[in-house]
Nanobody, 119 residues
């Protein structure tokens, strides 16, 4: 089970850190990913990280602004979001891929957390 939290309202240029807490004792067997979905838009990939944390992949729209990381001892993945823009406003969801890579495939999904960036 995955639970994302840490969203909120922030001004453009600000920062937020999202967390994705996973239950179970096999967290290190999963690659982790973040997606987002804005109203009326399709869900889009944001970032992914492999089981060890050594490889990550980002969407071009967030590269150099967002950083994905994980702490296997805490069963938690993170998404540090800096230099936020109004177009980053969306519900952010975390996903997991058993024995997958930073590119998925994404089979497990958690509930999302709302991020709103005001201009």
């Amino acid at each position: 089970q995955l639970q994302a939290y840490g969203g909120g309202l922030v001004q453009a240029g600000g920062s937020l850190r999202l967390s994705c807490a996973a239950s179970g004792r096999t967290f290190s067997s999963y690659a982790m990913g973040w997606f987002r979905q804005a109203p009326g838009m399709e869900r889009e990939f944001v970032a992914g990280i492999d089981w060890s944390g050594s490889r990550a992949h980002y969407a071009d729209s967030v590269k150099d602004r967002f950083t994905i990381s994980r702490d296997n001892a805490k069963n938690t993945a993170y998404l540090q979001m800096n230099s936020l823009k109004p177009e980053d406003t969306a519900v952010y969801l975390c996903a997991a891929s058993l024995w997958g890579s930073e590119l998925g495939p994404w089979k497990l999904w958690g509930q999302g957390t709302q991020v709103t960036v005001s201009s």
